[in-house]
């Protein structure tokens, strides 16, 4: 079945220490983002790629950085880990249809990062 | 991005329809509606979407009024399972996932 993964599912770092979380999908869309969900919150948008194009969001730290290296691939970086960033990191993907549609977004399990 | 309100919780029976609204005041023109379900450490999950009117799928209802301005998600007879945290969005594209509505299904 098509689907969007996160490997690893738990990821524990330390204090400052960088950390790669991974996402792939097999839907083929040309559209990937990356949330972070804190506890008992919304998730919350740090970044997407449309197609080969990068978009940050304003209040996204410089700490978090991302890759895309081709369709299927997205990383999430992140430089210098704090016990803040502790959270669930949500990749999502989804295919724009273009100016007349809307967009289905399609969510992985996520990864639950562990700061200590 | 238009901001969305909605109830922070509900509780409700199993068997029952169960009704969330969701305000959204200053929806854009071009704005889609959009409904998703997330369950306790999982990823959110699609459940409907409508730009006007009546939606309908195989597990939501979706009623829009003409100034677009709130939404209905329609669940009809709920099950224990669907007890879940059920988000509004508006917008196309990337998303602003607003507080969402703990629905809780009792026995």
């Known amino acids: 079945d098509a689907m969007v993964i996160q490997n690893p599912r738990y990821q524990v770092t330390q204090f400052g220490k960088p950390v790669t979380l991974s996402c792939s999908q097999t839907?083929?869309?040309?559209?990937m983002y990356w949330y972070q969900q804190k506890s008992s919150q919304a998730p919350k948008l740090l970044f997407h790629?449309?197609?080969?194009?990068?978009?940050n969001e304003a209040d996204t730290p410089d700490n978090f950085q991302s890759r895309r290296p081709n369709t299927s691939f997205c990383f999430l970086d992140i430089r210098s880990p704090g016990l803040g960033d502790a959270a669930m990191y949500l990749c999502?993907?989804?295919?724009?249809?273009?100016?007349?549609?809307?967009?289905?977004?399609?969510f992985g399990p996520g990864t639950r990062l562990t700061v200590t | 991005l238009a901001k969305t309100t909605q109830p922070i919780s509900m509780d409700s029976y199993e068997g029952q329809e169960v009704n969330i609204t969701c305000s959204h005041n200053?929806?854009?023109?071009?704005?889609?509606i959009t409904w998703y379900q997330q369950f306790p450490s999982q990823g959110p999950r699609f459940i409907i979407q409508?730009?006007?009117t009546k939606v309908t799928n195989e597990v939501a209802s979706l009623f829009i009024p003409a100034d677009r301005k709130s939404s209905t998600l329609s669940l009809p007879r709920v099950s224990l399972s669907d007890t879940a945290v059920y988000y509004c969005?508006?917008?196309?594209?990337?998303?602003?996932f607003g507080s969402g509505t703990q629905l809780t299904v009792l026995p």
């Open positions: 999502a993907t989804s295919r724009d249809q273009g100016a007349s549609s809307s967009y289905e977004q399609y």
């Open positions: 839907l083929n869309h040309n559209v």
């Open positions: 790629y449309y197609d080969k194009d990068f978009n």
């Open positions: 200053n929806i854009a023109t071009n704005d889609y």
């Open positions: 409508g730009y006007k």
């Open positions: 969005l508006v917008g196309r594209g990337q998303l602003t």
